[in-house]
């Protein structure tokens, strides 16, 4: 009976990742990841300097030609999922994690790991920090909880993917 529910569980999985090629996380020995790769116009120095100066991060530092950071935490913006109904727990808390960011030229990997929740004080108290794993990932580390492919996924893949995204050149309007 064991095996018949881990292979169900493996195919599950596996069946989900394959049906949506735009999500981004990878589930590996029960830690959750997120990786997305950006093509960009700018040079290593350029990039290092962009996301040195964006905020976002409140620990930063170069290593071995990438960067390495710790995201400060970031709501969801409810105006920007275009979902109707969106779970408590995207809402009420925020997100924050460990970054990496790895350079080479015309691109740039984003590898977002440790990702925690953090309360706002509804859910889960305030200022409080929690694994993203213990809220959509089964006890035994295996699979995704089947609601996080559904809404939670979808939406963090959209604000992930976003929040690392350049903000796209302007039009120069000199001749």
Known sequence: MKKIILIFTLLTTLGLNAQNESNYF???????????????????EELISHFKSCGLFKLFRVEDGKIIATLRPQPIDRTQTGVASIPEIVL???????????????????????????????????GEKQKFENHYVVK?????????????????????????????????DDW
């Open 26 to 44: 990878a589930l590996e020995e029960g830690k959750v990841s997120w990786q997305k790769v950006y093509e960009t116009k700018k040079s290593k």
């Open 92 to 126: 009420k808390t925020d997100y924050s994690g460990s970054v990496i960011i790895g350079l080479k030229e015309g691109k740039y990997r984003i590898t977002f790991k440790d990702i925690l929740l953090v309360g706002k004080g509804d859910m889960i108290k305030k």
């Open 140 to 172: 035994d580390g295996t699979a995704y909880r089947p609601f996080f492919s559904k809404k939670p996924s979808p939406i963090y893949n959209q604000h992930f993917s976003e929040l690392f995204q350049l903000e796209a050149e302007k039009p120069k």
